[in-house]
């Protein structure tokens, strides 16, 4: 049996397939993981639990042995097969579910397995809020056998959330664009397929198979080198739009009509001015590393910005304490309050397609008012022996600007801010920074301040 503590991480369990977990630590997880939903459904003994698993080759066999263990646990698990993530978290609420988990390692290439974990409402569990609990249980005090569990199958989740995502747009107003889609061989290929069906869109379909090797390339469009297939067949295609998608699904990538990226705060921007057009004034969420296009877009189209700490547990528990229309993450993170405030790699992708129809610009037309004006690094990670000494020695030498500490340091002037942030499990400082100078302020500024996180 294998199951290390290493893998309980902030936002979800992840590790190396074998070495770090195997299917007997799965079973453990899946009853620590029923264990402390009981903790947290007072008055639950049994609870129903819907499980989903991505295309890795080890995610059916690890995705057994989780529903065996959560059903010995006393739960009713329910089975719904080859899911992306997002599809778990609308079975969870759409079913009225106690519970969900998703097998999966997200964008992590294919040696990875993990899990991501929901309560009732597809509220995720963090590191604070149970995983940690999880952790423990699963790797010391695993629950015993409790009766009243078992396991049954639901076939029919696949058409009922493409019906629900096709709600937030107008097919006839989308009309026939040429897109170029890229699944990465991961989980969007899935539904995909029966979204199409529903479109008039003239779609160049790239790597929609899903195939656990992922052999065309790893499935996380963060990466520059990940992306180069879908820029150059944009261009190539004579293309409107190019969307890549994240290995589990749950995040979408947009590349305009000239082959270049669009920056998720630029495309948080896009879409909060669409929402709230539609939908009038609300609040809205973004982290704390996003340009300040997206703030001042949100302002000047009615809405309230609501800067938040990273990471989709702390995102989604802001939407729900502030009643948020939508909150976006510079990751690629979407996540809309009809879709119990969850992210969807589905729902932006259609919207971008609506928008794109509804103002007959191209892409690369709607964000180039923000690339003229907004001067972003992207995000840039250092590998440092002592985060803390490079973080005071940032606030030292920025004494003079407007410091704050919601999530790591963030120094703001008049004309340009920049955020450090620790990572949660490897010895990197991640930098942002922006200038709304011009381009080669950014990044000597960009320089100036790396120079010092390297000393």
Request: net charge negative; proline share 5%; with cysteine.
């Amino acid at each position: 049996m294998t199951v290390t503590p290493g893998i309980f991480k902030a936002y979800d369990v992840r590790g190396l397939y074998g070495d770090e977990v195997d299917e007997a630590g799965a079973e453990r997880i899946g009853r620590a993981f029923v264990e402390v939903v009981r903790q947290q459904t007072p008055g639950v003994v049994n609870p129903r639990v819907a499980l989903g698993h991505d295309v890795r080759l080890s995610s059916p066999t690890m995705a057994d042995a989780f529903a065996s263990g959560a059903a010995a646990a006393g739960a009713r698990v329910t089975e719904i097969g080859l899911a992306a993530t997002e599809m778990v978290y609308f079975a969870v609420a759409d079913g009225g579910f106690d519970a969900g988990a998703a097998i999966t390692a997200s964008h992590n290439p294919p040696q990875y397995t993990g899990a991501k974990l929901v309560l009732a409402g597809a509220v995720p569990l963090s590191g604070d809020t149970g995983i940690g609990e999880v952790g423990r249980l699963a790797m010391d005090a695993v629950p015993g056998d409790t009766p009243g569990g078992g396991r049954d199958t639901d076939t029919t989740l696949l058409e009922r959330f493409v019906d629900h995502c096709m709600t937030y747009v107008d097919p006839a107003v989308i009309g026939r664009q040429r897109v170029v889609l890229d699944a990465a061989n991961g989980m969007a290929g899935v539904y995909l397929p029966p979204v199409l069906g529903r479109l008039e869109l003239d779609a160049v379909e790239c790597f929609l198979d899903p195939d656990g090797r992922f052999p065309h390339h790893e499935p996380n469009p963060l990466l520059p080198e990940n992306r180069e297939f879908i820029e150059g067949k944009v261009v190539e295609e004579g293309a409107d739009l190019g969307i890549a998608w994240d290995g589990d699904a749950d995040r979408c990538f947009f590349i305009d009509d000239q082959g270049g990226f669009v920056a998720g705060d630029f495309l948080t921007a896009l879409l909060a001015e669409h929402l709230l057009a539609r939908n009038g004034p609300a609040p809205i969420v973004y982290d704390l590393r996003a340009s300040w296009a997206v703030r001042d877009a949100i302002t000047a189209a009615g809405g309230t910005p609501y800067e938040n700490r990273v990471g989709h547990a702390f995102i989604k528990r802001r939407m729900r304490e502030l009643d948020a229309l939508f909150a976006g993450e510079v990751s690629g993170h979407y996540y809309f309050k009809r879709f119990s405030f969850a992210d969807t790699g589905l729902v932006p992708a259609l919207l971008v397609l609506e928008l794109l129809g509804e103002r007959g610009a191209k892409l690369s037309q709607l964000i180039a008012r923000f690339r003229e004006k907004y001067h972003i690094s992207g995000e840039i990670n250092s590998t440092v022996a002592d985060a803390p000494a490079a973080i005071e020695r940032l606030r030292e030498r920025f004494s003079d600007g407007t410091q704050t500490e919601l999530d790591g340091l963030s120094v703001q002037y008049p004309e340009w801010h920049f955020n450090v942030r620790a990572s949660n499990t490897e010895p990197l400082l991640r930098l942002n920074l922006e200038s709304l100078v011009s381009e080669a302020d950014m990044e000597r500024r960009r320089d100036e301040v790396l120079e010092i996180i390297n000393a």
